[in-house]
């Protein structure tokens, strides 16, 4: 009798360790947490038809006078070197799985990170690219505000443009070269230039989901192929990493819809592409203006300036 019931406690000791395991892992019960960044090889891909100072080497129209190159890819940054850099690859972005990000965004984090708050470059103390407490009461620790001077990132608060500000390791290493659209920019760049609707492609490039930006000299004769993606549509317009080599070599850009990030969660990785412009809403300064867009539309909105968005840094050409 006492073999019994020492066997029958043995096992219901066993049952509850297991409901206990599988409590803990259950998906259901705790959020899953971000991969953490891993460097992309150093394939050179990435290289293709790129000037020294780390310009994709074509020319997009921003306005009625005024041309750009974009940076070979997309703005980051190392916690804990302190270090700005452009993405290796237009295709590159640093959280893949949606979750939490805490960890990438403290002062200790030793990889890199890619979903900023509004005006964080690090001047005059705002640097909330590299904090996860986010005081969202307090929009004015995200770029200037209108009693410091202008309320964008612009004129006597140009300082608070990330690219601006920061001397980026792999795009000439010196302040004041690069600097990020304004939102009369972007939407001119999306929407108003000649061929606008034929030079804006939503596709897949290396397994990423994104936006295609051509240049205002795209040549459709070049033998490089485009289709249009319906919602309707069952299949989305693929390009390989090899074959993307061909169309960066005739100027294109890629934007990667990197998600957003709320706090210290990142949202919609792969799924919704979302940049900063350097405009404070005119109607509330808590908000600031950027670029969305997914597979099937791209629009332009506001919201709140603690919110991580991507930045894309271009350099005036003229």
Known sequence: MKRWRLYALLTCCLVLLACHKEETTDPGQEE???????????????????????????????????????????????PTRGEWRFALHQY??????AGRAA?????????????????????????????????????????????????SLTGGSVNYDWAYYNAISNGGNQQAMWRTLSMPEWRYL?????????????????????????????????????????????????????QWVEYQSQGAVFLPAAGTREESKVMYPGLSGNYWSTTCDPNDEEYARYVIFDKHTVDTLAYYRYCGMSVRPVYRVY
């Open 32 to 78: 899953n947490p971000v991969t953490p960044y891993t460097e992309p090889a150093n394939d050179h891909l990435g290289d293709t038809n790129t000037t020294s100072f780390g310009a994709i080497n074509s020319y997009f129209s921003v306005s009625a006078s005024l041309r750009v190159m974009f940076s070979r890819g997309n703005l980051q940054y190392c």
């Open 92 to 97: 590159d972005f640093a959280h893949k799985d």
């Open 103 to 151: 960890g990438e965004y403290n002062a200790g984090y030793t990889g890199w990170v890619d979903l900023f708050g509004w005006g964080v470059s690090g001047y005059d103390g705002h640097e909330g690219s590299t904090t996860s407490v986010i005081d969202t009461g307090a929009h004015n620790h995200y770029g200037p505000s209108s009693t410091n001077g202008s309320p």
């Open 190 to 242: 999306l929407f108003q230039r000649e061929r606008s609707d034929t030079l804006r492609w939503a596709a897949t490039v290396n397994g990423v989901r994104g936006l295609i930006l051509l240049p205002d000299e795209w040549n459709f004769g070049n033998g490089l192929t485009f289709y249009r993606v319906l919602p309707s549509d069952s299949l989305e317009f693929r390009i390989s990493a090899t």
